[in-house]
């Protein structure tokens, strides 16, 4: 009966770890694609066009993306304004804590995605499995590049997993709930639209 706990506290371990990592990382390296974001959420907050802005004195400093090249007509800023206003609680801070903030962030993010869908497994062996895996997979490049680069796809994830299992659930399928997670996740990432509608309309259908 001890393997459980055993087990759980080499998990802990092996996340704690993992973080410890990213955190050196991060406090290392410039987070460049969380700077775009951030300036981005600040220029909206001032009423500035954050697609087409560009940083010159005497501006304030906090609203300079450094990686901008001032030779091309747009900045560096690609996501949607919705995105950016999900940035509005960090502009506040200075950079330093608003790049450890989102990355306290993405840890959350994933593990709460994991922790949805270890719900859903129907075994607790399938459970610790899912638990192995998430935590290995937090030492894999794809993971360090996305926390190195302070992207966004993690929250994508999470979102898309909320609807799905929304979605899925028999009494919350056609709630208000899953119209707001879908209409803020396709708000965050236009395409996704593509994946979304098709489950709405045959939804619809079949009722």
Known sequence: ST????????????????FGIDWDNV????????RNRLTGARLLQTHRDAYHYKWRKPEPPELCDPYNNLALPISRVT????????N???????????QHAWLIAQWL???GTAFLWMRALPSTRLRWLWAAAVTGFT???????????GQ????????LSCWTLIARHARLGNSLWGGLVAGLLVAVRPPL?????????MRRRGQ
């Open 3 to 18: 393997l459980p706990v055993v087990s759980g506290v080499v998990l802990g371990l092996l996340l704690l770890l993992s």
């Open 27 to 34: 406090t290392a390296g410039g987070t460049i694609d969380f």
């Open 79 to 86: 996501v949607t304004p919705t995105l950016l206003m999900l």
């Open 88 to 98: 509005f609680p960090l502009a506040s801070l200075r950079y330093r804590p608003a």
């Open 109 to 111: 993010l994933l593990l």
């Open 139 to 149: 030492y894999t490049v794809t993971w360090r590049h996305h926390t190195d680069r």
């Open 152 to 159: 966004a796809y993690v929250l994508i994830l999470f979102l």
């Open 193 to 201: 639209v593509l994946l979304v509608a098709p489950f709405i309309l």
